[in-house]
Each structure stands twice: as structure tokens, then as C-alpha cells.
């Protein structure tokens, strides 16, 4: 495929837009890649009728999350995990209310997320960017 073509069939252009959850089913897998960007209330993961047959998003899906904006946090289940840049988050299958939140609306959290349908039940795991082992490739220049 030409660039043209790669970005006509592969491009989502509609990401990472200010206090909107954007969810694009990809057929690829039954794959749904997203984004929320909050800045008042919060923004809740829903279900869009027309990607999935279910009472709630994680009914039979898993959730991966990934923050590259400002400090947010995530509430799911129930409990509140605090997302810094960088800092990632699994999310479970059967968790029921999942809602994305930003410290500060000057410079929100900017939550990437993918989303798998999921064959079993694990629980929520939080991975600050901290955890991470840090491995240098290449050079600057």
C-alpha cells in the first residue's frame, strides 16, 4: 500500500479530542482503540450499541489504558488509581463502571486506550512509568 492508502484505511484522526471519549471499532481482532481526554466532570466508558451487544463496556472485554497527558485518574470497580504520564492500567473483564478523570483542565490526562474481548476474569493492575525498565537505543544525534 502506498502512504495515501495506509493513512485513507489505517488513520484515526479523531483521537485524543478535548472532553470526548472517541471509540473506533476495528474488526482486526474485534479491536476498539480510543481515547478520553477530561477536563470537567469525567468521562464514562459506555457501551455504543452499534460496536457491542452488552449491558456495560467490559461485559466480555478487557481494557488496557495508557496515559501521555498531564496527571488524571481512572476510576473502575470501584476504586480510584491515580494515572501520572505514562503510567498504564488493566482493566478487567466484568468491571462495570469505568470513568476517566484530569487533575487539572489546563493540561489533562490524555488516556489511550484498546480494548480485546476477554475470556476470563483478572483483576485490575496499575504500572506507573516508574516500574518501567528504561533501556537506551541509538543516539541523539
Do not use: C
Not at 483483576?123 to 518501567?132: I, K, L, N, R
Amino acid at each position: 500500500m502506498t502512504t495515501d492508502e495506509l493513512r485513507k484505511h489505517f488513520l484515526l484522526e479523531t483521537l485524543f479530542r478535548p472532553d470526548t471519549l472517541d471509540l473506533t471499532y476495528w474488526e482486526v481482532d474485534r479491536t476498539i482503540v480510543g481515547s478520553a481526554v477530561p477536563l470537567g466532570e469525567g468521562i464514562p466508558l459506555v457501551a455504543p450499541a452499534e460496536y457491542l451487544a452488552a449491558d456495560f463496556f467490559l461485559e466480555r472485554r478487557e481494557l488496557g489504558v495508557l496515559n501521555i497527558g498531564g496527571r488524571g485518574r481512572v476510576e473502575a470497580g470501584g476504586k480510584s488509581y491515580a494515572m501520572d504520564r505514562l503510567d498504564a492500567l488493566y482493566v478487567g473483564r466484568g468491571t462495570r463502571d469505568v470513568a476517566f478523570h484530569s487533575d487539572d483542565a489546563g493540561n489533562p490526562a490524555r488516556f489511550f486506550l484498546v480494548s480485546y474481548p476477554a475470556h476470563a476474569v483478572h483483576p485490575a493492575a496499575h504500572v506507573p512509568a516508574t516500574a518501567g525498565r528504561q533501556v537506551a537505543l541509538g543516539a541523539p544525534e
